[in-house]
Every structure is written in structure tokens, then in C-alpha cells.
């Protein structure tokens, strides 16, 4: 049985910084973390590959969209990812958006062969976007299975629980099939140390787990296209404190009556 597993990466918002008066973005360490959402569906992979015989199960890791490194593909080798596979080629493509993924995802899974389940995050940390899943079963003529939190294969189905209201659900799907999970729905393991050093180091035969392809043998140039255009930020006016009302009941209320006048005013004003 192979898995895949679809990762990638953000930029850590620790060291992102938002001036509203500015209308700008500041980026005062540029430092990339694994997206929340990918990392649970890696922890998924490899906690079906732990309940599996030995050998039995194979973790394949394939990047969200173009990478300037391979460094989210080494973390899952650490992890426990038996391959990971580093599309190369991107350098005349402008904007590679996940539509465009799509193309070169599905003709990996193809070139892989025999894969019987990919995992990704249901929503990206940065945009909160989630079209990549659904768009991907779509190209592979899969079921999908959105928003789990838990994933097991038996009987040649994969099962997920969803979160539901009051409680939550399990659905199936036939394998082979693509499974989108939530955001801290599992807990990231530690990394094994020997593999950490290893892959790092480029040493022994886990460095030859890490393998790259053209990207142009996979898609060719005009699947590469954009379909998302970027028209620029837009930030939210600077918050305005509020003042602290003393008084009777009445008293407060009437400071308040006041208050939204002048704010109605100010609106009329200004149309």
C-alpha cells in the first residue's frame, strides 16, 4: 500500500508583524513552518503506517506548490516518510497557484503508481483557502473525504471521523481515495534524532529518499499557468479604543446614545 502525502509550507507568524496604519506587512524573521493542516495529515500517514505490518505500508511526500528548498520534504523524511519527491522547474513559471498544482500533483500520483490514499491539510494557515483537496480528487476521479480528524484504513476503506454537532461522525470511502484533515485534529510526533542528523547531512541511504523530478516531464508549460490573479492587500482601519462610562444606569446609557449620533453623523458626513 502506498500513501501519499501532500505537504507544504508557511511562513511562522511569530515573525510576521501587521501595521494597520501603514497598510503593510512586516516580516521581521523569515522563518517557514510545516502548515498545521499538512502536518496532521502527515501524522495520519504515519500513524496508519505504524498500525500496519512491517514494510507493508509506504509514505510518499510530495510538496504543496513550487519550493525555493526541499526543507518541508526533509522534515517529513525525519519524521518517518519513507520518500519524498521534489518537483523541479518552476523557474519559468510565474505564480504557480494550486489550480495549476493540481496538473502537476495528479501526474505524480500517476508516474508514483499504485497509490491507494492521499492525505493533505483541508486549509492552508496563510489564505484559510482549502481548494487543493477538492480540486486534486477532482483531477483523479477519486471520493474525498473533507475536514477529518482521525484516519483509518481497514477492509479496503479508508474511515474518518468528522466533528460533528452533537457529536461526531465516522464516513467511508473505497479506496483508492483523497482524505482532507483539520488543523491540530492530530498531535505532531518528535522527530527521531538519527534520521534528523542523516537527512541533513545528506548521509546513508535515507539521502537517497529524497529524489527529484522535472517538472517539465510531468506537465507541460501551459498547465503551469496561473488561473488565481493577485490584486494586492487590503487592510481593515486601525482599531479604535473605547472609553470607559461612569454613572448611574441612565447616566451610561445616554453617553452611549451620544456616542453613536456622533458616529452616525460623522458616516452621513463622510457620504
Given amino acids: 500500500m502506498r500513501i501519499v502525502v501532500i505537504l507544504g509550507r ?29 502536518a496532521g495529515g502527515l501524522e495520519a500517514a504515519l ?9 507493508e505500508i ?9 519550493l525555493p528548498d526541499d526543507d518541508v520534504l526533509r522534515q517529513a523524511l525525519v519524521l518517518g516518510a519513507d520518500r519524498a519527491i521534489c518537483p523541479e522547474g518552476f523557474e519559468d513559471a510565474d505564480g504557480v497557484d ?30 484559510d483557502q482549502g481548494q487543493l483537496g477538492p480540486r486534486l480528487a ?8 473533507g475536514g477529518a480528524w482521525q484516519v483509518t484504513i481497514a477492509d479496503g476503506k479508508v474511515r474518518a471521523i ?18 482532507t484533515v483539520l488543523p491540530g485534529a492530530l498531535k505532531r510526533r518528535y522527530p527521531d534524532g538519527v534520521r534528523l542528523i542523516n537527512v541533513y547531512r545528506d548521509v546513508g541511504a535515507i539521502a537517497e529518499a529524497l529524489e527529484r523530478w ?21 487592510f481593515p482601519p486601525e482599531r479604535e479604543l473605547g472609553a470607559r462610562v461612569d454613572g448611574t444606569l ?16 460623522r458616516q452621513m458626513r463622510r457620504a
Fill in 162 to 179: 468528522l466533528s460533528g454537532v452533537p457529536e461526531a461522525v465516522t464516513v467511508g470511502a473505497d479506496l483508492p481515495a483523497l482524505v
Fill in 58 to 66: 509506504e509514505v510518499v511526500a510530495l510538496p504543496r506548490g513550487p
Fill in 10 to 38: 508557511v511562513l511562522d507568524p511569530d515573525g510576521v508583524v501587521v501595521n494597520r496604519r501603514r497598510g503593510r506587512v512586516f516580516v521581521n524573521r523569515e522563518t517557514y513552518i510545516l502548515q498545521p493542516a499538512d
Fill in 138 to 145: 477532482e483531477a483523479l476521479g477519486w471520493p474525498q473525504i
Fill in 214 to 234: 522535472d517538472v517539465n516531464e510531468l506537465v507541460d508549460e501551459a498547465a503551469l499557468q496561473p488561473l488565481v490573479e493577485g490584486r494586492g492587500r487590503d
Fill in 250 to 265: 441612565l447616566e451610561q446609557a445616554q453617553v452611549v446614545a451620544d456616542a453613536l449620533r456622533r458616529h452616525r453623523s
Fill in 47 to 55: 500513524r496508519i503506517k505504524d498500525a500496519g505490518d512491517d514494510g
Fill in 98 to 127: 494550486d489550480a495549476a498544482m493540481v496538473g502537476v500533483l495528479a501526474a505524480a500520483v500517476a508516474r508514483l503508481g499504485d497509490v491507494d490514499l492521499v492525505l493533505t491539510g483541508s486549509t492552508t494557515l496563510d489564505t
